[in-house]
């Protein structure tokens, strides 16, 4: 059950609530976020909410059964949508495209990458300066550094950021240069960053962990809800399988699944969830077609001589030409 509280109940109605909630063998957790105040109730006793919802102070009340009670679908009519200010938000009905390459490398390649999302209307830009790599000696970002000196150019340009935070003793130092935080495949479950994350007011995006459920990818975001930060994205990235004719096997139907269990806004990634170049492509147009929100791939003016992961990163002719796709099969699905 969760309980949302008026703005500006009194000290003594939230009390009487909490006696209420208490006396019907109900433990209540309060959870503050940018957006509201909310009492989350777990309990079995069976009752007539109308028992708590003539009460003093509360806006609504709601049985949500899941486990992940914030970020369930059960208790929210309308779908939450991320406003990144100046007119870019996710969720909001359209396609939210984010594009850029795998790691930030240097300000030529910043530069030139963000002309070719300005030439494609393209309002954010993907790009690790924290790489969690496999191999240690492999290329692993340019750190803080490297993040302010695409923020500044970026900024010029219009346009948003959304960058991996690997720990959380990385989150100050990104905060005032990131429009979105990444957690990452490999973080999708550790609870100190994403409690931490909790408690910032900046955008956050999930990736489902490498073998992660869509149960799990939910909890991880309750995480970061019931920690005070509403402003969550979720994406599909490709899971491992048993299969090895692809980098990962990306769940498309995650995407209406999620759609349907959360108000979350659900994105996808065709980079990751196949690994190679040539099939980004039409994995793109099912991740549109399955009903996502926005699509997160990767781009480089010259993937071949990519710090990490070329061989799944579109060049700018092909990216300019997936953007095209992307916009007409998002037209024909909604005009369905």
């Not at 109900?26 to 309990?43: A, F, N, S």
């Not at 059960?74 to 790691?103: E, Q």
């Not at 909790?198 to 955008?203: I, L, T």
Request: charged share 25%; proline share 2%.
């Amino acid at each position: 059950m969760i309980i949302q509280l008026k703005k500006n109940i009194a000290t003594s109605e939230k009390e009487a609530i909490l006696n209420k909630v208490k006396s019907l063998g109900y433990k209540t957790t309060e959870v503050k976020t940018q957006q509201g105040d909310y009492l989350v109730c777990i309990g079995k006793k069976e009752f007539d909410l109308r028992q708590l919802g003539h009460m003093a102070g509360i806006e609504d009340i709601h049985r949500v059964s899941d486990d992940y009670k914030l970020v369930s679908r059960k208790w929210k009519v309308n779908r939450t949508h991320i406003d990144l200010g100046d007119g870019v938000t996710i969720g909001n009905g359209s396609l939210s495209i984010m594009a850029g390459p795998c790691s930030i490398e240097n300000e030529e390649q910043v530069q030139q990458t963000i002309g070719h999302l300005v030439k494609n209307n393209v309002r954010i830009m993907r790009g690790g300066v924290f790489k969690p790599r496999s191999s240690p000696y492999a290329f692993r970002g340019m750190g803080v550094e490297g993040l302010k000196m695409w923020h500044t150019l970026a900024r010029k340009a219009g346009i948003k950021i959304i960058s991996e935070v690997m720990q959380v003793s990385q989150i100050e130092a990104m905060y005032d240069y990131v429009d979105v935080f990444q957690v990452g495949a490999r973080n999708t479950q550790n609870f100190n960053l994403l409690d931490e994350l909790g408690r910032v007011d900046k955008a956050v995006m999930i990736k489902r962990g490498i073998s992660g459920t869509i149960e799990e990818l939910l909890y991880s975001a309750e995480y970061v809800f019931s920690a005070g930060n509403e402003k969550l994205i979720l994406c599909e990235r490709g899971i491992r399988t048993y299969e090895r004719a692809s980098r990962n096997t990306l769940d498309v139907n995650a995407i209406p699944i999620l759609k349907e269990k959360t108000h979350l806004p659900v994105v996808a990634d065709p980079s990751h969830g196949i690994g190679i170049r040539e099939f980004v492509d039409p994995i793109a147009l099912a991740i549109v077609m399955a009903g996502a929100d926005g699509i997160i791939y990767e781009t480089h003016q010259k993937p071949e001589e990519a710090a990490s992961d070329g061989q799944q990163t579109l060049n700018f002719e092909e990216s300019e030409a997936l953007i095209r796709k992307l916009r007409k099969t998002f037209d024909l699905r909604i005009s369905f």
